[in-house]
C-alpha cells in the first residue's frame, strides 16, 4: 500500500526566506517529520529512537553519525523508509572495493532533487537544448540533469557517457549540429570534445555559437583547470555542480562563482573527524540530514569531502550557505618525502597557455608531460612545481597525440545487434555478441 504523495511535493523556494535566521525556521520546521519518516526505516529506527528526543537543528549532535560504509552495510534495502512500491527508480555506485552503494528516490524525492539542480546559475529554459553527457547507468547523474532539463522545458539530447554508440567525435557533431546551448559533463570531457572538434577542422571557440554554457561535475576542479575550459570554449560560463549519486545536486554555482548548499533541502553540517565535534560553518567533513528524502532519508550522513562551509553571505544575494570543496576523491602522492596533490598540480599545469592534457606520475622525481606543439615551457613548470611544493620535477613536452591518441578523438560509433546469421567471408565469432 502506498504511503507517500505521488504528486509535486511542497518544496521551499528560494523567495521564502531571506536570511540566515528565515532559513532555519525552514529547516527547524522540517526537521521534525523528516526524523519521523527516517524512523521507518529498519537502519535509523533505533539509532533515532535510543539517541533521545531530538526536536531541533540544535539537537541533531545527538544523534550517531552514518556514511558511505552504513549503505554498504545495508545493501540493498536496509535504509527503505517508503513501500516498495513507491520505489520510482534505483541506482548504485561503487567505489574501488566493488561492493555496491544502493539509493532510491521516490516521485516526491525526485521533484526534489530536479528542482535542486535546475537552480544553477545557468538556468535552463525553453530555449535550451541540453546535452546530458554524463552517465545514465545506475548513477543519477545523468537522470538528474535530464529530468531537470525537461522540468524546465528545454530539449534533452540524452547522449550518456562510456559509451561505444556516442564518441567524441559524434558529440562534436551533435554540439555543432543541433545548436546545444549547454552541456552537462565532466570537466575533462570540455577538453576531448574541443581537441576532438580540432581534429575535426573546427575551432571551439567560434564555431558552436550557440554553446551558451557548460555545468561540469564529477573531478575535482582547480580554477585555472575551469578558466581553460571557458577559454577554449569561447569565454562562455562553465558552472560546477557539487553532489553525489546517494543526495543528487548538493550545491550549484552562482553568479558570482561560488558554490551555495541547497540548505532549505538538507540540513547541512561540518565535522570535525578528530573531535567529533560538528558546527554550521567553517572546516571539516561535510554532513547532511535530508529534509525532504522519503524513500531513503539520510541522517548525519558523513560526506567524507573535507569542505568550508561560509554563511556570510555571496555578492549574488542567495540567502544560502556557501561551500568550499578542499578535498574530493582527490588522487595524491608522495614525492621525496613531499605530499602532492592532483589539485596543486592542475593549478600550476593550466597557469600555462594551451595546455589541454597533461600527467604525471610519481619516482625518484615527478615525472610530468604536456602535450604542447610548438612552445617548450617544462623549464618554467619545473621551476614553479619546485617552489611552490618543494618536489623536484622533471617536465617533458610532448606531442599532440602522445596522451590522447588521435583515434580516441576520431574515433566514430560501433552499431552493433545481435546477430546470428552471416555470410560467407563474415566473422561469426561475433555471434550475438553484440558489445
Ligand atoms: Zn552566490
Not at 85 to 99: I, M, P, R
Not at 195 to 210: E, I, K, M
Not at 295 to 300: D, K, N, Q
Amino acid at each position: 500500500m502506498s504511503t507517500v504523495q505521488h504528486t509535486a511535493p511542497r518544496l521551499p523556494g528560494l523567495g521564502d526566506w531571506t536570511d540566515a535566521a528565515g532559513l532555519r525556521r525552514v529547516q527547524e520546521d522540517r526537521l521534525p517529520g523528516a526524523l519521523a519518516q527516517a524512523t521507518r526505516s529498519r537502519f535509523h529506527h533505533d539509532r533515532i529512537a535510543s539517541a533521545g528526543p531530538v526536536r531541533t537543528v540544535g539537537d541533531l549532535g545527538r544523534l550517531p553519525v552514518m556514511d558511505k560504509a552504513d549503505l554498504r552495510a545495508n545493501y540493498p534495502f536496509g535504509l527503505l523508509a517508503v513501500d516498495r512500491t513507491d520505489v520510482a527508480t534505483y541506482h548504485e555506485s561503487s567505489g574501488t572495493s566493488g561492493d555496491p552503494t544502493s539509493s532510491y528516490f521516490t516521485d516526491a524525492d525526485w521533484y526534489d532533487v530536479v528542482d535542486r539542480f535546475a537552480r544553477n546559475a545557468i538556468d535552463l529554459g525553453p530555449g535550451d537544448t541540453l546535452l546530458v553527457r554524463t552517465p545514465y547507468a545506475l548513477l543519477t547523474t545523468g537522470h538528474q540533469a535530464h529530468l531537470a532539463g525537461r522540468h524546465r522545458g528545454a530539449t534533452v539530447v540524452p547522449a550518456d557517457n562510456r559509451s561505444t554508440v556516442v564518441t567524441h567525435a559524434r558529440v562534436v557533431r551533435l554540439l555543432r549540429d543541433l545548436d546545444v546551448t549547454v552541456a552537462w559533463c565532466l570537466p575533462t570531457e570540455a577538453f576531448l570534445w574541443a581537441a576532438a572538434a580540432q581534429a575535426a577542422g573546427l575551432r571551439p571557440s567560434v564555431d558552436f555559437p550557440r554553446l551558451r554554457g557548460l555545468v561540469v561535475a564529477g573531478e575535482p576542479l582547480s580554477p585555472s583547470r575551469q578558466a581553460r575550459i571557458s577559454e577554449i570554449w569561447g569565454g562562455i560560463p562553465v558552472l560546477q555542480d557539487y553532489g553525489s549519486t546517494e543526495t543528487g545536486s548538493l550545491a550549484g554555482e552562482c553568479g558570482a562563482g561560488r558554490l551555495h548548499l541547497w540548505a532549505d533541502r538538507f540540513i547541512p553540517e561540518v565535522l570535525d573527524p578528530v573531535t567529533g565535534h560538528s558546527a554550521t560553518s567553517g572546516s571539516g567533513e561535510l554532513v547532511i540530514t535530508t529534509l525532504y528524502r522519503q524513500a531513503m532519508p539520510l541522517v548525519r550522513y558523513n560526506l567524507r569531502d573535507h569542505v568550508r562551509i561560509d554563511g556570510d553571505g555571496c555578492p549574488c544575494g542567495l540567502p544560502l550557505p556557501t561551500v568550499e570543496v578542499l578535498g574530493r576523491h582527490e588522487a595524491s602522492c608522495t614525492v621525496g618525502g613531499r605530499r602532492i596533490t592532483q589539485r596543486q598540480l592542475e593549478e600550476l599545469v593550466f597557469g600555462l597557455p594551451g595546455v589541454l592534457f597533461w600527467r604525471a606520475r610519481a619516482g625518484s622525481r615527478l615525472e610530468v608531460q604536456i602535450e604542447l606543439a610548438g612552445a617548450d615551457p617544462s623549464s618554467t613548470l619545473e621551476a614553479l612545481i619546485a617552489s611552490r611544493t618543494g618536489v623536484t620535477a622533471e617536465v617533458e613536452v610532448v606531442p599532440p597525440g602522445t596522451i590522447v591518441p588521435a583515434e580516441v578523438l576520431t574515433r566514430l560509433p560501433e552499431f552493433t545487434k545481435p546477430r546470428t546469421l552471416f555470410g560467407a567471408g563474415d566473422d561469426w565469432d561475433r555471434a550475438v555478441s553484440y558489445w
